[in-house]
């Protein structure tokens, strides 16, 4: 199974700063990573899916890139409402697999 | 307008069965794929398995032995079925359409393993 790392585990963070999640798969999994937002006590939302494609509703500061093995959920701008933890997930070998998450907590 | 509801007990007795259902509205299970993730009380999330739009199933390989997932498209219904259940597999079970942006997730549903 791919498993997928990501880092930090925990990134505090302050208003207005432009951050940077990684998510690192232990095999290629091409450009099928996705990125999915958790804020407590709701369900998970899709943010970026195939690396780097958009989704309709969610802000623009939300980009991802990378492709391989390497990728990275970046946010130009952190907003408080932005405090979720960030989940990365792989579609691109049976099972599919998500990584431990990163939680955003304020500085 | 497009939606997923997931139901089922919300006690289940160690080494009982669990049986969820999701039911989709909004559009055609032969049309998409649905899928199964579950989060521990307090952890991550966790990829259970999949109802792909054609019927064929796809499972995680630590549940593959005790998961099962079905469908009834006359229903518009995704079923989960995993037996012997422990203490270790309470948490919230979600179904949803992962990168399919119009289905989203259901809001999951609440099951504790206890006696």
């Known amino acids: 199974d791919v498993v997928l790392t990501q880092s930090p585990a925990t990134l505090s963070v302050t208003p207005g700063e432009r951050i940077s999640l990684s998510c690192r798969a232990s095999?290629?999994?091409?450009?099928?990573l996705h990125w999915y937002q958790q804020k407590p006590n709701e369900s998970p939302r899709l943010l970026i899916k195939?690396?780097?494609q958009s989704i309709s509703g969610i802000p623009s500061r939300f980009s991802g890139s990378g492709s391989g093995t390497d990728f990275t959920l970046s946010i130009n701008g952190v907003e408080l409402e932005d405090l979720s933890i960030y989940y990365c997930?792989?579609?691109?070998?049976?099972?599919?697999?998500f990584g431990a998450g990163t939680k955003l907590e304020l500085k | 307008q497009v939606q997923l509801t997931e139901s089922g007990p919300g006690l289940v007795h160690p080494s009982e069965t669990l049986s969820l259902t999701c039911t989709v509205s909004?559009?055609?299970?032969?049309?998409?794929?649905v899928y199964w993730v579950r989060q521990p009380s307090g952890k991550g999330l966790e990829w259970m398995g999949r109802?792909?739009?054609?019927?064929?199933?796809s499972y995680n390989s630590a549940l593959k032995s005790r998961l099962s997932i079905s469908r009834d498209t006359s229903k518009n219904q995704v079923f989960l079925k995993m037996n012997s259940l422990q203490t270790d597999d309470t948490g919230t079970y979600y179904c949803?359409?992962?990168?399919?942006?119009?289905?989203?997730w259901g809001q999951g549903v609440m099951v504790t393993v206890s006696s």
């Open positions: 109802m792909r739009y054609n019927g064929d199933t």
């Open positions: 997930q792989q579609g691109n070998s049976l099972p599919y697999t």
């Open positions: 095999e290629s999994v091409d450009t099928y």
């Open positions: 909004g559009f055609s299970l032969t049309g998409y794929s």
């Open positions: 195939y690396a780097s």
């Open positions: 949803t359409g992962l990168t399919t942006e119009a289905m989203g």
